[in-house]
């Protein structure tokens, strides 16, 4: 039997090794130690580059596998490498994650007690471990620098390097700072890693970073298991909650609101209905969010509600849906918090529910910002991009990947506009209606209202305020009887996310555009997209579901037997389920069954440490289900 000490990597990692024989200890570290059988995409590449010393600044989607980019060089490289990571709440776990495997890895934070801070300070001097995880913040600190001083540093890897950014909203003033690595430590080489796909915050890093002389490794930011859902918001709970029920139930996912207020009414109403949902924001105390946030990374199922406050850093890899019930401020936004979905690889879904009152809201809350006309117009500029992404019939994937720089062929079928391709229409002759509507309003008789009203004019309803503002006696009064409500509502969204038509003020009144003027004159088409009868729905059920559907009967009843082991383990040795095995992994031995360690070892995830910890009992679970 293996032992965790044969597993030693510190044995592979022999620093004067020719470079031949240190590729081939980078394939037998993936294997024997985190069980893989192959690289993936260009993990290989970035590994053997900064095994030779090179920088390397990597671009991989969330779920691209960027973490064993530095953990694999950590371990063939003499000394100690020290990992700057922004979260300090989440490197125990990471911590946790590499001593599964039987990495020997630690952290200094503020969370430490001093005797553990001692240990940890002296097993990194004394080069005892291969990983140490520092938050940026301790780099300005004397006492830190003295210490790594002390010790041999074999790589610098930067995590979340984004974060340097000040035009993004994750920036940290001490990621600045980290130039300085540079200067003081000119022979280490270093790693900085991000899952943000703009050319210009790449080009920041780099030059704030001052990594002039790194390589680049940039990756599709493709997320091929990851299906693109883009709904009208009818009732937004309930559709909320019929997608749970629907495609995922039993799964983890992630509610993205915009308000805490909504983020506590949804997550109270998700409660009432039998889901196991918490809330999470930035007006919750530090220990409730800590607390929330530990639930949902160890516990199985739990559905977080939260403000983009929430995920940066989540590497939780089961996260099997992520929905949005409120418009994302930019496509950059929406495509990292739906990143945040199906790290595994495993099938996801990210779904969005938008309607008329995100453009209301949202073009005012631009207006009423704080920031100079530019700043207000970047605003606005992202806003457009992602209504334009809401609005399109084309496929979302294709469009998503084109906004950030790469060529996309056709359609992906695999996100709502290629399943159920929507149906455009000419609505010229709508467009004319609902303007002429806003311009008689406006121009006759100087007075502005929201949407409601306008369609109220249009079909021709007698509502008080109808009559009490004599609106019956408009030309318009009643012309618009060949759409319904919802119809209309779809036009007005339209018109407003293509900027024919504008909304002011706080009451959310319509208001014409220059360009408005242009449809009145017909000298522009107005082609819409049709609203579905019906919402689009997923032809079968995803997630957790799928991962047990797609298993023969047997394999199914073993997957859940896994699972519960893999619950009861977990919760004994208090780290998150993923720690023990990934789903992926379960799957795959439920499936195989195999009857020997020999077999075990061959399945993907399963490395010589969790064999030799786990292998027994694995094998008695599925002894057991026979
Ligand atoms: P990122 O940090 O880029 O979001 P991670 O490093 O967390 O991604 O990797 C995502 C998942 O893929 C993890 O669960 C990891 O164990 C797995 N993974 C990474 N590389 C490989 C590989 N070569 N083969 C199989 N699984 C891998
Ligand atoms: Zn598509």
């Known amino acids: 039997m293996v032992s965790p000490a044969d597993v030693?990597?510190?044995?592979?990692?022999?620093?004067?090794?020719?470079?031949a024989e240190k590729v081939t200890a980078t394939l037998d570290v993936l294997r024997r130690v985190f069980g893989y059988d192959s690289f993936r995409g260009f993990q290989r590449e970035v590994i053997d580059h900064v095994v030779a010393g090179g920088d390397a600044l990597v671009l991989m989607p969330t779920g691209g596998g960027k973490s064993l980019c530095y953990q694999i060089p950590a371990l063939v490289r003499d000394g100690v490498a020290v990992v700057i990571s922004p979260l300090i709440a989440l490197m125990q776990d990471q911590v946790d994650a590499l001593t599964a495997v039987g990495v020997r890895a630690g952290f200094l934070n503020s969370t430490l007690d001093?005797?553990?801070?001692?240990?940890?300070e002296a097993e990194f001097v004394a080069g005892e471990i291969d990983l140490l995880y520092l938050a940026p913040e301790a780099l300005a600190s004397r006492g830190t620098l003295n210490l790594l001083d002390r010790g041999?540093?074999?790589?610098?890897?930067?995590?979340?390097?984004?974060?340097?950014?000040?035009w993004g909203h994750d920036f940290r003033p001490d990621y600045l700072n980290l130039s300085m690595l540079h200067e003081r430590w000119p022979g280490v080489p270093r790693i900085a890693l991000t899952a943000t796909a703009t050319s210009a915050?790449?080009?920041e890093i780099a030059t704030r970073l001052s990594l002039t002389d790194a390589r680049h490794f940039v990756a599709s930011f493709d997320r091929p298991n990851i299906q693109y859902r883009i709904v009208p918001k009818r009732e937004p709970r309930k559709q909320l909650l019929a997608l749970l029920r629907d495609e995922h139930p039993g799964d983890a996912g992630i509610v993205y609101c915009l308000s805490r207020a909504s983020v506590e009414k949804t997550a109270d109403f998700l409660v009432a209905n039998g889901i196991d949902a918490l809330p999470y924001h930035a007006g919750l105390d530090a220990a409730t969010r800590a607390a929330n946030q530990q639930r949902f990374l160890r516990a199985d199922g739990v559905v977080m509600v939260a403000t983009i406050a929430f995920g940066m850093g989540i590497d939780k890899p089961d996260v099997r849906f992520v929905a949005h019930l409120d418009l994302p401020k930019s496509v950059?936004?929406?495509?990292?918090?739906?990143?945040?979905?199906g790290r595994d690889g495993l099938p996801s879904t990210a779904w969005l529910a938008y309607g008329l009152q995100d453009v209301v809201q949202q073009r005012k809350m631009i207006d009423t910002s704080e920031g100079d006309l530019a700043h207000r117009r970047n605003l606005a500029a992202h806003l457009d991009a992602m209504l334009a992404l809401c609005e399109t019939v084309r496929c979302r994937r294709a469009q998503l990947l084109e906004y950030f720089g790469e060529p996309a062929t056709g359609g992906c079928g695999n996100c709502d506009t290629c399943l159920e391709p929507p149906e455009s229409w000419d609505g010229t002759v709508a467009a004319q209606k609902l303007l002429s509507t806003v311009f008689r309003l406006d121009r006759e008789r100087n007075q502005r209202f929201g949407a409601g009203h306008c369609i109220d004019i249009l079909l021709g309803r007698s509502t008080d305020k109808i009559s009490q503002h004599r609106h019956d006696s408009l030309t318009v009064f009643g012309i618009g009887g060949e759409l319904s409500e919802a119809e209309w509502r779809g036009v007005v969204r339209q018109l407003l996310a293509e900027g024919l038509l504008a909304v002011e003020g706080d009451y959310g009144t319509l208001t014409l555009t220059d360009a408005s003027a242009e449809v009145l004159s017909r000298r522009?088409?107005?082609?819409l997209r049709r609203e579905a009868a019906r919402p689009a729905k997923a032809a079968k059920p995803r997630g957790?579901?799928?991962?047990?559907?797609?298993?023969?009967?047997?394999?199914?009843?073993?997957?859940?037997?896994l699972r519960a082991w893999r619950a009861a383990t977990a919760k004994e040795q208090g780290v998150p389920a993923y720690v023990i095995f990934h789903d992926a992994t379960l799957r795959q031995i439920a499936a195989d069954a195999p009857s020997s360690l020999a077999e075990l070892s061959r399945i993907s995830g399963v490395g010589e440490n969790k064999l030799a910890k786990y292998g027994e009992q694995l094998l008695g679970v599925l002894a057991d289900a026979t």
């Open 152 to 166: 041999r540093i074999s790589l610098f890897a930067i995590d979340e390097a984004h974060c340097v950014s000040q």
């Open 544 to 561: 957790a579901a799928t991962v047990v559907a797609e298993l023969p009967a047997e394999a199914a009843g073993t997957f859940e037997r």
């Open 201 to 203: 915050t790449r080009a």
């Open 114 to 120: 001093p005797d553990t801070r001692r240990l940890v």
């Open 332 to 341: 950059e936004g929406y495509y990292q918090e739906t990143g945040r979905a």
């Open 524 to 527: 522009r088409t107005v082609m």
């Open 8 to 19: 030693s990597v510190t044995d592979l990692a022999a620093s004067d090794a020719p470079t």
